[in-house]
């Protein structure tokens, strides 16, 4: 069995860093085709309010689905989404 070191909070404090991260990455290499939280969220289909809360750490959930679909609109394996800094 795989030991996590993390908390359940951890986790998800860790995913939206790297979902703020990969998120400007993505802006400073494609600033013709910027995507905004708002953007995000509509591509998504989620709130606004959902990928705020994700990129601050204050989200306590979210599907793997909408996690899958942010890792496709920003052209990165949904697994760095996990890796700690």
């Given at each position: ?5 993390e908390s359940r ?37 989620v709130s606004t ?37």
């Open positions: 069995m795989l030991y996590i070191k909070g951890d986790i998800f404090k860790i995913i939206g860093a790297n979902v703020r991260y990969y998120r400007g990455l993505y802006n400073l290499n494609h600033p013709d085709k910027r995507i905004s939280q708002a953007k995000m969220a509509h591509m998504c289909n309010g959902l990928i705020g809360s994700l990129e601050t750490g204050k989200v306590q959930g979210i599907s793997i689905p909408v996690l899958w679909n942010i890792s496709q609109i920003l052209g990165v394996s949904i697994d760095k989404f996990f890796e700690s800094r």
